[in-house]
């Protein structure tokens, strides 16, 4: 999963020996775990791919007590933490966080069956295969009427609709052309050929959306 980023994609910052920080985590994750009350399953397993820093798994843990949560990460500086985190706050429903890389063919083979698939911010910072290669596998490590969540920003129908999205987008393809906002349109026919559905898309605050999809 590891891509030339330009700087304004890495904004997590050190707090204490292990822990990281990102203020835009801190920010959206009120709002994430109001999407996750309503779209989420109320208990099973849940994996968080991506899982950064470690505040939003907390946050999951927290607004769902019933879900078992599995953050997972490939870079060990988060893995690290996302422990961090969960030691500090005694949470008995989160797991060690593991090492995935989500954009590698055959991860859904190394994974229980899940009953919850969460991603956050992560298909803008990856190429359009490897996305693609994401949400099949996410499909694959869905038991039967699981749900696939992503969030994030995106292009909508071929169109960028702010000023922010406009410049962010530009540094991600100037740093790398491979990166950037995936369009709505493409998402969605991804999901729809891993054999996802229904297909919801959710507004969200700060301009960014969020697919909702299950598996049958």
Known sequence: MTAKLPPTASVARPIGDTKLFAPAADRNKD?????LRTHAPRN?????????????????????????????????????????YVAETGLANIAPAQDLDATA?????????????FLA???H????PAAECLIS?????????????????F?????????????????????????GYKDTADVARWLS???????????MPANNLAFISRKP
């Open 31 to 35: 709002a994430l775990c109001d999407l």
């Open 44 to 84: 099973g397993s849940a994996l968080e791919i991506a899982s950064g820093t470690g505040q939003h798994v907390i946050a999951f843990a927290h607004a769902l007590p019933d879900l078992s949560w599995h953050p997972t990460d490939p870079d060990p500086a988060r893995r690290a933490s996302i422990d961090a």
């Open 105 to 117: 063919e055959g991860w859904h083979e190394t994974v229980p069956e899940q009953d919850l698939i």
């Open 121 to 123: 911010n992560l298909l």
């Open 125 to 128: 910072l990856i190429s359009a």
């Open 137 to 153: 596998q996410a499909a694959y490590a869905l038991v039967p009427g699981g749900t696939l969540i992503l969030y994030g920003p």
């Open 155 to 179: 292009i909508r129908d071929g169109q960028l609709t702010s000023a922010g999205d406009i410049k962010f987008d530009a540094e991600l393809r100037a740093a790398n052309p491979d990166l």
């Open 193 to 203: 050929d891993a054999m996802l559905s229904p297909i919801d898309l959710i507004p």
